[in-house]
């Protein structure tokens, strides 16, 4: 099972004075607290195939590097972008990740490079375990110790809040989801001080068959904490988010991080999904956004949509799913394509009046390595303002799977014996 893992960062670049952070999928500003840029792995696999994009030039005699970061340790994993040069991909190295790893990627300059205000950068995971996927989650906010909030639960989760409509991400195809680890910055406080986080779906706790959430409670004298015995059936369309609540008034308020198992209907899926609360597409302009959630996700205007696309690598895109709130409104619409190098792909799909989802049913396209993808929202009429949220399969064809001589040996007895 290999998946795209896609970041990019279109506010302030990483700082040309010293060592910053980012998340590993989504994006952020970049922060010299290097817990406050990671993720967890929640299975075990590899990840490789780095590949930077930066806006501008490094400067004469500057550089660039940037690494992927594993438990707080710089890896072999890393690229190099000397001036005149914008972009740069390490291709050969790759990186062993075990459940419970953190991760996230490290910007270094030498001194005096030229601030690059937009990093795009995309890596590959490869699961040691079939039709397994990271989502992977990244917070820089604190823990309210006093009240119920709620985040999304795929990239970059900034400015949670007590509303969960706000929150909302949409699966844009069938699977489960499982293997669920969050950790704090600091422990909660005296016992029994504690906060829980549970995975939601359509607005109600998640629910295993049996009663059981998919649910992570950390309590004094603890930092990090793991649901690995659940596991959530969803299905195309399903909404997404994540309840945190604090247990008995935590002294402490820490940030927190995450990462759960995808493992999808239908192997070598994996999920990309977005949408920011408070940031809405214009009602009489064509807008671009990225296609995974990343803090302050803004919609852009034609000329900048190369500030919010993300590097590609192969792969194909299908299966969008959109929710909008509210609805565009009697005779007016939004249409929403996925765009490839700055022209529309044939992904796309159409929401009017009264609706608020719609899907991108069999439609596809194919991406090559390097491409930039972005999602555009055209409205037409005079439509309500409404936020988006949505969702997108990318799918790598998984290696096929061959018998060994032991097990075709096997099955010639069993033919033989008229059992199959």
Known sequence: M?????????????????????????????????????????????????????????????????HLMVNGVATALSVLINNPDTSG?????????????????????????????????TTKFVS???AQSLILGTNADTLNNAATEYCGIMGWAQN???????MRQVCPTGGTFKNFYVKLSADPGIDPDGYEFTLRVNMADSDDGEGNPLQVTITADATTGNDTTHEIPVVAGNILTMKIVP????????????GMCFVPDRDGESILIGGNPGLQPDIDVTEYNRIVSTAGASWFPAASEVQVSTIGEACTLEKLHVLLWPAPGAGDSYDFTVRINAVDGNVTLHIHDADTTGDS?????????????????????????????????????????????????????????GLI
């Open 89 to 121: 991909s390490n291709l050969v190295n790759e990186v062993a990740v075990a459940a419970g790893d953190t991760v996230c990627i490290r910007a270094e300059p030498t001194d005096g490079v030229t601030n690059s205000q937009i990093v795009h950068w």
């Open 2 to 66: 290999e998946q795209l893992l896609l970041g990019v960062y279109s506010g302030s670049g990483p700082s040309n004075a010293g060592l910053t952070y980012n998340g590993l999928v989504g994006g952020s500003a970049w922060n010299f607290t290097l817990t406050n840029a990671e993720a967890i792995v929640s299975v075990p696999g590899i990840i490789k195939n780095l590949r930077v994009l930066l806006n501008g030039i490094p400067g004469a005699g500057k550089w660039w590097d940037f």
């Open 247 to 258: 247990l008995n008034g935590p002294l402490a308020t820490p940030k927190f991080f995450w």
């Open 128 to 130: 040691a375990n079939r």
């Open 361 to 417: 049913g069999a439609l596809s396209d194919a991406v090559s390595d390097d491409d930039l993808i972005a999602l555009e929202c055209d409205p037409t009429g005079s439509p309500n303002l409404t936020w988006p949220y949505f969702g997108l399969v990318s799918f790598i064809e998984p290696p096929l799977i061959i018998l060994t001589d032991k097990s075709a040996n096997m099955a010639n007895k069993m033919v033989a014996a």
């Open 160 to 166: 949670l809040n007590a509303t969960e409509d706000f």
